[in-house]
T-cell receptor, first 113, second 116 residues
Framework: GEDVEQSLFLSVREGDSSVINCTYT??????LYWYKQEPGAGLQLLTY?????DMKQDQRLTVLLNKKDKHLSLRIADTQTGDSAIYFC?????????????FGAGTILRVKS | DSGVTQTPKHLITATGQRVTLRCSPR?????VYWYQQSLDQGLQFLIQ???????AKGNILERFSAQQFPDLHSELNLSSLELGDSALYFC???????????????FGAGTRLSVL
């Protein structure tokens, strides 16, 4: 079955880079996603990567995918206090007639000023 | 703003009661998904509808049901509520039916349900 695992907590200083790691199990996953959840808010889609790509860059965000090891990472450059949130890794999982997202438990990112 | 609207934001009710959560998808999106977020279970997929038809079902309790109306808004009905049903319920929408390779889901702000 599908399973996504993430480290639970990361603390960095403002201006440093943050790297959040994720492993997934479903080798048929074609898209992998990163979502951000701020306190009391919904899930904001940050970025996604197609499984035939190794890397995707979007402004301060860099996603790296190692398909062989089923490892995904999100790097946030020049981390700011506003980046403090919970970050979720998710894989898409096909079902018989539909699709669902399978989420990790989330990584709490704390940015110290 | 994701474009997905959920109401109400908060709901407080008692055990044994029934509630209805409402979701309006982004303009043009035909698929609606419901997810439950709780401290012990994390984010769990409940159910997907596409253009009014149920497409996929997750670990949704028999006490819970959903539907999608012709105007594409969706409602999640929770009945015989228990303390353990207290959670954040998210709706997401997508332009895809779910079988496509690319299926980007956009989430609403959620409804926080407290069962006392």
């Amino acid at each position: 079955g599908e399973d996504v695992e993430q480290s639970l907590f990361l603390s960095v200083r403002e201006g440093d880079s943050s790297v959040i790691n994720c492993t997934y199990t479903d080798s048929s996953s074609t898209y992998l996603y990163w979502y951000k959840q701020e306190p009391g808010a919904g899930l904001q889609l940050l970025t996604y990567i197609f499984s035939n790509m190794d890397m995707k860059q979007d402004q301060r965000l860099t996603v790296l995918l190692n398909k062989k090891d089923k490892h995904l990472s999100l790097r946030i450059a020049d981390t700011q206090t506003g980046d403090s949130a919970i970050y979720f890794c998710a894989e898409s999982a096909k079902m018989e007639y539909g699709n669902k997202l399978v989420f990790g438990a989330g990584t709490i990112l704390r940015v110290k000023s | 703003d994701s474009g997905v609207t959920q109401t109400p934001k908060h709901l407080i009710t008692a055990t044994g009661q029934r509630v209805t959560l409402r979701c309006s998808p982004r303009s043009g999106d035909l698929s609606v998904y419901w997810y439950q977020q709780s401290l012990d279970q994390g984010l769990q997929f409940l159910i997907q509808y596409y253009n009014g038809e149920e497409r996929a079902k997750g670990n949704i309790l028999e006490r819970f049901s959903a539907q999608q109306f012709p105007d594409l808004h969706s409602e999640l009905n929770l009945s015989s509520l228990e303390l353990g049903d207290s959670a954040l319920y998210f709706c997401a929408s997508s332009v895809a039916s779910g079988r496509e390779t690319k299926n980007i889901q956009y989430f609403g702000a959620g409804t926080r349900l407290s069962v006392l």
